[in-house]
């Protein structure tokens, strides 16, 4: 073997790693929140699966993240919900900053995106319903509600006036059964 093929061979090694090693760091990356996500989801009452899902479209696992609003953490909480669930939780002097401990933010993030899934409980489905709230508020799933049945979560979908809450809506469900499917998280 002449010393360009040995060297060719010796970049292709190099290249076989490296592609290992990020392939390794993407997986311990959306693992490493799995048993927070897990416990948050029976705390809650709620598919870890989804819960997984928003923090991937959120975040992607990155937990010291800064929305442009003021959101922080994997779930991207603003302070009022995050102050709105430490008065639920009877949790006193508490800081929004507190919402950057991925633990903290989870249970907060969780406990906010169950109370919007409740909202619905006429829904075939209520988890579109509450995907869109949690992305475009209240009053803009009441008024795309209202052209839509209240009950169709397909049709509710197609009603969603903002482009960015349509896809994101659509890229978290498809996410959440793809973890569902991979069975990230056991029953």
């Not at 994101?168 to 469900?173: E, F, G, M, P, S």
Request: aromatic share 12%; charged share 25%.
């Amino acid at each position: 073997m002449n010393s360009t093929n040995r060297r060719l061979l010796a970049l292709v090694g190099v290249l076989a790693l490296l592609l290992a090693v990020k392939l390794a760091y993407d997986w311990w990356k959306e693992q490493r929140f799995d048993p927070l996500i897990a416990e948050a989801g029976r705390r809650y009452h709620l598919d870890p699966a989804l819960i997984k899902a928003v923090i991937w479209r959120e975040s992607r696992f990155r937990p010291w993240i800064h929305g442009h609003a003021g959101e922080l953490g994997l779930m991207q909480i603003r302070e009022a919900a995050a102050r709105e669930w430490a008065a639920a939780e009877k949790i006193p002097s508490f800081d929004h900053t507190a919402c950057l401990d991925p633990g903290t933010n989870i249970l907060a993030g969780t406990w906010y995106l169950k109370k919007a899934l409740d909202r619905y409980p006429a829904a075939d489905d209520p988890s579109a319903f509450a995907l869109a709230e949690y992305n475009a508020g209240r009053g803009n799933v009441l008024k795309w509600e209202a052209g839509a049945s209240a009950t169709n979560r397909d049709q509710f979908i197609s009603h969603i006036q903002f482009p960015s809450t349509h896809a994101y809506v659509l890229a978290i469900l498809r996410r959440a059964e793809r973890y569902r499917e991979k069975g990230d998280f056991k029953p």
